[in-house]
């Protein structure tokens, strides 16, 4: 067992940084899910907010008042979670459970890239990952477009003061 979970720890702590805060981490539910997503049965799905977003990241149609740009922004925020101007880290890397559940399940499974790729379930990561960005991108247009039409937050970056410099 030694044998599976060392390389799988290696294999998170080397990846972890690329694909940090994209997707929300696993729970030990999608650590359950892993060999049917694997091929393909169980197919996460990609959020009507992150749809939309994908579709055109940068569309101003029915955004003329600051009410309209909050309402989108809580959407994207509630799939999202915290975005950069609010969001707290101690600086502290943490394991998460999850990730490194999926990484032994995932060690167990023979030829699983050659498996994912054939099935479609990389594909399909692919395109979550892809929406996950693509909504990360349309909540920081909304919050330029606030901005600049002068919106008040959170229609907008939060303003902090940090070092004693404003952002």
Known sequence: MIRLTAPALLLLVVTAPA????????????????????????????PPALQQAVTDPYATAGLGKCGALVSEIAALDTVLGADYDIATDDGKRKLNEGRIGESIVGAIIPFRGVLREVTGA???????TAAYTAGMVRRAFLKG???????????????????????
Do not use: F
């Not at 999608?30 to 393909?40: E, I, Q």
């Not at 990389?122 to 979550?128: E, I, Q, V």
């Not at 477009?145 to 004693?164: E, F, L, Q």
């Open 19 to 46: 694909a940090a805060q994209v997707v929300p981490d696993p729970t030990m539910e999608d650590v359950a899910k892993t060999p049917l997503r694997d091929l393909n049965i169980d197919k996460r799905d990609i």
């Open 145 to 167: 477009w606030g901005m600049g039409r002068g919106c008040a937050y959170p229609a907008r970056p939060k303003v902090t003061v940090a070092a004693g410099r404003k952002k």
């Open 122 to 128: 990389a594909s399909s990561d692919r395109a979550l």
